[in-house]
C-alpha cells in the first residue's frame, strides 16, 4: 500500500475519491477516474423491477442492520451478506437502492446504507449523492497529513484471496507444455538451482527456437511439471496444472557457433609385404561444426528455486476483472477436480477448488454454484433384504467461479458447513 504525504483538506465521509493529492510545493496530481465496471442487462432488469417495491423481509437476513457504514476492507460480498440471506444475489440489494446507487460497482467507504421497512417489503437506501459521491463539502483549515491511498470502490471478493490464482496456475495441453522453452543450464555451473537475480540459459524446440525480436514475447513465467487435472466422474485428462515457481526476462536470443575440429583424414595403402590395404594418414585440416547457443533469461522473480528442466511460457497481459455475482442461465452441474493447497485433501471457506467445467460448457465470472456434499451409500437395516440406499446430497455451501480456461475453472469457496473435497458436486445456486 502507498503512502503520500499531502496537504489536501481532509473530505466528509462518503468520497468517492480524492480529488487532488497536493505535494508539498508542488502541482497538483489528477485523480485516476473510477474505473468503468459493466452493468449486465439481466441484473439491470431484477434492479428495476426490485427497487419498484423492495424485497420480502424473508429475504432479509436475520440479524441485517438498519444501518451501515461501508467501511475500508469490505467487500461487496460482504455487505450484501448484512442484508440479505443469499449475498450472491447482489442485483436485488443493488435494486434495494437504485435510486440513489446507479452503479453497482461503485460503492465507496464512507457510504451510509440505510435498511427501511415497510409492511412486509424492505428498501436498501443511500441518502447522499449519486454513485457514493458527495452532494455537500466540509470545509476545514489545510494541515499536513500521511493519507493511505486506496480510496476507490469495493472489491466483490477480497482480492488477496484470489490474486496469486489470477497469474501462477496456468491450465495447457500436454503437448503446449512439453514444446515449451525450457532451462538447459546455469550461468554459475557449481550451482543447481537458480533464485532472483540469477541467470540461467534456455532453448526451444528445433523448429520454434527461443529468440528476441520485435514482435515476439520477452518477459516469460517459469513452471514446473504439470499436474494432470482428472475428471472425478469420466476419468478423462481435462489439462495439466503447470507449477508456478517464478518469472524471467529475455536477455538475448537462441543462436548458433561453429567450432574448428581437427580431424586425421586417412586413405587406404597397399602394404609391401603381405600386399593388404592399411590406412595411410593424408591430412589433417579443419572441419567446421555448428553448435546451438542457448538463449540467455534473467530471473526476475522466484516463488521457488528453479532448475534445468522447468518450462517458461509467455507471459499473458494482465487482467482487472469485476466479479459480479450471477447464477447460472441455464443448468450446469460440476464436479470438483482439485483442491489447491500443498498436501490437501479437504478446502475450507477462501480456499480455491478447481472444477470440471470451463468455457466449452458456459461457465462465466462470477458464476455462483452451491457445493453439495455426497450423500452416504449404506444398507437399509429396516429392511429385511438389506437394500443398499443411496442417501440424498446435502447443500454445504457456495462458492464463485474466479478464473476461466477452456475445460476447468477455478472457484473460490465462499460458505461452507462441511469440508469440501474431490468428487463433491457444485449445481446451480439455491
Known amino acids: 500500500m502507498k503512502h503520500m504525504l499531502t496537504s489536501a483538506p481532509r473530505r466528509c465521509a462518503g468520497v468517492v475519491g480524492l480529488s487532488a493529492l497536493l505535494l508539498l510545493g508542488a502541482t497538483p496530481v489528477q485523480a485516476q477516474p473510477a474505473p468503468k465496471f459493466p452493468v449486465a442487462s439481466g441484473q439491470r432488469t431484477t434492479a428495476q423491477q426490485v427497487a419498484s417495491q423492495g424485497v420480502p423481509l424473508s429475504a432479509l437476513a436475520p440479524n441485517a442492520p438498519d444501518e451501515y457504514t461501508v467501511r475500508r476492507g469490505d467487500t461487496l460480498w460482504g455487505i450484501s451478506g448484512l442484508f440479505l440471506r443469499s449475498p450472491w444475489r447482489w442485483p436485488e440489494l443493488w435494486g434495494m437502492n437504485l435510486a440513489d446507487i446507479r452503479n453497482p460497482h461503485l460503492i465507496y467507504p464512507g457510504q451510509r446504507l440505510f435498511l427501511e421497512r415497510v409492511g412486509d417489503r424492505a428498501l436498501l437506501r443511500a441518502r447522499r449523492g449519486v454513485d457514493g459521491a458527495p452532494t455537500e463539502t466540509v470545509r476545514v483549515s489545510p494541515r499536513n497529513r500521511v493519507e493511505m491511498l486506496g480510496t476507490g470502490p469495493l472489491p466483490t471478493l477480497d482480492p488477496r484471496l484470489i490474486e496469486p490464482f489470477l497469474a501462477e496456475p496456468l491450465v495447457v495441453d500436454d503437448d503446449t507444455f512439453q514444446r515449451a522453452p525450457r532451462i538447459v543450464a546455469l550461468a554459475d555451473q557449481s550451482r543447481v538451482l537458480v533464485a532472483k537475480g540469477d541467470r540461467a540459459y534456455a532453448r526451444g524446440p528445433a523448429d520454434a527456437p527461443l529468440l528476441k525480436a520485435a514482435g515476439l514475447p520477452t518477459d516469460f513465467r517459469v513452471f514446473r511439471t504439470a499436474t494432470p487435472l482428472k475428471d472425478p466422474v469420466s476419468g478423462e485428462i481435462l489439462g495439466y496444472e503447470g507449477q508456478y515457481v517464478g518469472q524471467a526476462e529475455l536477455a538475448r ?35 567446421r561444426t555448428v553448435m546451438p547457443v542457448p538463449a540467455t ?21 494482465r487482467e482487472f476483472r469485476s466479479y459480479v455475482p450471477h447464477a447460472p442461465d441455464s443448468p450446469l ?25 470451463g468455457l466449452r460448457d458456459g461457465v462465466e465470472h462470477g ?28 447443500r454445504n455451501g457456495v462458492a464463485m467461479v474466479f478464473r476461466l480456461f477452456d475445460r476447468v475453472a477455478y472457484a473460490l469457496v465462499m460458505e461452507i458447513s462441511q469440508p469440501v473435497q474431490v468428487g463433491d458436486k457444485l449445481v446451480g445456486p439455491y
Request: net charge negative; glycine share 6%; charged share 30%.
Open 253 to 287: 536470443g537462441e543462436s548458433e557457433a561453429q567450432q574448428e575440429v581437427h580431424a586425421v583424414r586417412y586413405q587406404p595403402a597397399r602394404s609391401p609385404t603381405a600386399g593388404e590395404l592399411s590406412p595411410e594418414p593424408a591430412s589433417t585440416e579443419p572441419e
Open 297 to 317: 533469461v534473467d530471473i526476475t522473480r522466484s516463488k521457488e528455486e528453479m532448475r534445468p528442466g522447468d518450462r517458461l511460457l509467455p507471459e499473458p497481459p
Open 333 to 357: 452441474e460440476a464436479r470438483v477436480v482439485l483442491v489447491h493447497g500443498s498436501s490437501v485433501r479437504y478446502a475450507g471457506q477462501n480456499q480455491i477448488v478447481v472444477i470440471n467445467k
Open 367 to 394: 458464476h455462483v454454484l452451491t457445493l453439495l456434499s455426497a450423500g452416504a451409500r449404506m444398507v437399509d437395516k429396516t429392511d429385511q433384504a438389506r437394500t443398499r440406499i443411496q442417501l440424498p446430497d446435502e
